[in-house]
C-alpha cells in the first residue's frame, strides 16, 4: 500500500510538473531528478547508510551520461548541408560515444557491485527501465488529453 501511495503521488507531481512552462526546465529536471531518486530508493528498500553510498555512484554515472547525450546532439546542426566525409566523421563520433557509453556503464556495474549484489543491480536496471516508461506513459496521456481538449 506504501509504494502504491508512493507512486501515485509522485505521479500526480509528475502531472503537476509537466504544466510548468520553458523557463522552468531545469528545475522540471530536478523534479524528475527527485521522483526518481524516490522511486528508486523506496523500491530497492534502501536504509540511509546504503543510500549514502549508493547515490554519489550513480548521480556520476548520470551526469556521464548526460554529458555524453549532449554531445551527441550538439553534433548535428542541418543534415542537408552535411557533406558525405562531415557524415563519415559523425558516425565514428557517435560510435565512440557508444563506446564511452558502454565505459561508463561498465564502471558503474563494477563500482555498485562493491556495495549492493548483482541481483540488485539486475533489479536497478529493470526499476530505472520502469520509472522511465511510467514517465513516457504519463506524458503521452498528458498530450492525448491536450489533443482532445483542442
Given at each position: ?43 530497492m528498500n534502501m536504509d540511509p547508510e546504503l543510500a549514502q553510498k ?30 558525405e566525409q562531415e557524415a563519415e566523421k559523425l558516425i565514428r563520433e ?16 563494477s563500482d555498485l557491485k562493491k556495495i549492493i549484489s548483482a541481483k ?31
Amino acid at each position: 500500500m506504501k509504494k502504491i501511495t508512493l507512486l501515485v503521488i509522485l505521479f500526480i507531481s509528475f502531472y503537476g510538473i509537466q504544466a510548468q512552462n520553458s523557463r522552468d526546465k531545469e528545475e522540471h529536471r530536478e523534479q524528475i531528478k527527485a521522483m526518481k531518486v524516490a522511486f528508486i530508493t523506496q523500491e530497492m528498500n534502501m536504509d540511509p547508510e546504503l543510500a549514502q553510498k549508493f547515490w554519489p555512484i550513480y548521480n556520476r554515472y548520470e551526469c556521464q551520461k548526460m554529458d555524453l547525450r549532449r554531445r551527441e546532439h550538439d553534433e548535428i546542426e542541418n543534415i542537408e548541408s552535411l557533406s558525405e566525409q562531415e557524415a563519415e566523421k559523425l558516425i565514428r563520433e557517435y560510435q565512440n560515444i557508444e563506446n564511452e557509453e558502454y565505459q561508463i556503464k561498465k564502471t558503474l556495474f563494477s563500482d555498485l557491485k562493491k556495495i549492493i549484489s548483482a541481483k540488485e543491480i539486475i533489479r536497478l536496471q529493470k526499476l530505472e527501465s520502469d520509472f522511465n516508461k511510467k514517465l513516457w506513459k504519463e506524458y503521452r496521456d498528458r498530450k492525448d488529453a491536450e489533443r482532445k481538449k483542442n
